[in-house]
């Protein structure tokens, strides 16, 4: 992977903005791969939700189960997350002390009811199953507020970090989400035609027979065959792979002329309000600047949004902060590992041995309560016989 990405008006652009995406991917992809225990984040998750498979349980036999690490998971969480997380604004200027006032409101304003708490937790969860999770602050458009989000380990690729502890040190930072078709068309409509579906998301209804259900969960090539003439075929929303890019790019203005970065209108546009009463040119958003010579083109980062086949968006960051927005959370760090260790991953074993040790427990009483019987097959019928419940009193 280049050190820089190449530029726009470079010959071949497109293709080489896509496949310095792609190597950037699978260059950080292949380094949390190689991070220690990280095949256990995938075997966490599945023993919280309890959907890990036993290779113990016998036909006839005891089938306790209990789920310890699901209680653990939940205990760690509430215990780090029932106080909040105080933060105050201060100054030391009269001046500002209103707009103090207006920032500590706000925040409590977005701590409860935009539901950071909620967030907080879901970053908390992740910690406990992954050892590391990221907040992801961003602008929601629909409720035109900032809001926060819970990224997981898995989906969060640093991209030659300096160092394990900050999300900060690295070169830049790649977030994949998987988006619906509709949502990316209707998100960046000019490039409708060449959004491209890379796989089947969800069903979108579980209707059908129970044996339907069954039958599609396995993917069976006898149900295929049997429902391929059928037009009630459930239906599937197809997805792709967004892949959001921030960079720290040193590219210099090196021209006489200066360089409009942004969203700009720089010659007169119809019915626009800015254009008559301002004129031309003009911004139309606050992280639109102007790059004289020698001015950085990206002070604040350079944002690259596609998906497999197509560049959706490649200019200035959204964040005055200068920032990547995606602080790292790791609970528990050690030398040596980027993503830390998962909190219940000292216990995954001991609930394999419970739960073996339960049922040991159970089949013994049961054995106990109704022990075996003995008797003379010429003596009674095998119908009668399956009557007796030696388990019953006075028999």
């Known amino acids: 992977m280049p050190d820089r990405p190449p530029s726009i008006g470079d010959p071949d652009y497109e293709q080489n903005i896509l496949g310095f995406v792609k190597e950037a991917y699978q260059e950080s992809d292949a380094f949390l791969r190689a991070q220690p225990n990280w095949t256990k984040i995938e075997k966490a998750e599945k023993l919280v939700l309890g959907l890990e498979e036993d290779d113990t349980l016998s036909s ?20 780090m997350t029932d106080v909040r ?3 105050e604004y201060r100054t030391f ?27 907080w937790a879901d970053a908390i969860r992740g910690c406990t199953t992954g050892g590391t999770s990221y907040l992801h602050q961003f602008w929601n458009e629909t409720t035109q507020d900032i809001d926060l989000h819970a990224e997981d380990v898995r989906d969060v690729f640093p991209i030659r970090p300096g160092n394990d ?3 900060q040190s690295c070169f830049g930072v790649l977030i994949r989400r998987e988006r619906t078709i509709n949502y990316l068309k209707r998100k960046y409509p000019e490039y409708a035609p060449y959004i491209n579906a890379d796989r089947d998301g969800s069903v979108t209804s579980m209707g059908g027979t129970r044996y339907e259900k ?10 295929n065959a049997l429902w391929k003439n059928r037009k009630s075929e459930t239906p599937r929303i197809p997805t792709a792979d967004e892949f959001t890019l921030f960079l720290n790019d040193d590219s210099i203005n090196k ?14 546009v119809q019915d626009c309000p800015l254009c008559l009463s301002q004129g031309t040119p003009h911004a139309n958003n606050n992280w639109s600047y102007e790059v004289k010579r020698g001015e950085k083109y990206y002070p ?22 200068g ?18 260790k998962g909190l219940i991953w000292e216990i995954m074993s001991l609930n394999k041995f419970l739960n073996r040790t339960l049922r040991m427990v159970d089949n013994h009483f049961q054995k106990w309560q109704q022990p075996d019987l003995i008797t003379d097959k010429n003596s009674t019928s095998v119908s009668e016989f399956n009557k007796i419940n030696t388990a019953r009193p006075g028999l």
């Not at 699901?70 to 205990?75: D, E, N, P």
């Not at 350079?302 to 497999?308: A, E, K, M, N």
């Open 300 to 321: 604040c980062k350079r944002l690259i949004v596609t998906t497999t086949n197509k560049v959706l968006y490649d200019n200035t960051s959204p964040y005055w902060h």
């Open 323 to 340: 920032l990547f927005p995606c602080p790292k959370l790791t609970l528990e760090p050690w030398r040596g590992t980027y993503i830390g």
């Open 85 to 87: 997380p105080f933060w």
């Open 93 to 119: 200027n009269k001046n500002y002390e209103r707009n103090v006032d207006i920032f500590g409101k706000m925040a409590l304003n977005q701590w409860l009811n935009n539901q950071w708490d909620m967030r």
């Open 60 to 79: 006839g036999l005891s089938s306790l189960k209990v789920n310890y690490v699901a209680k653990m998971a939940v205990q760690l969480v509430a215990g």
């Open 165 to 167: 502890y900050s999300i």
């Open 255 to 268: 021209s006489k002329d200066t360089k409009y970065m942004g969203s700009w209108h720089l010659a007169p």
């Open 214 to 223: 069954l039958m599609e969960m396995l993917g069976s090539p006898f149900r």
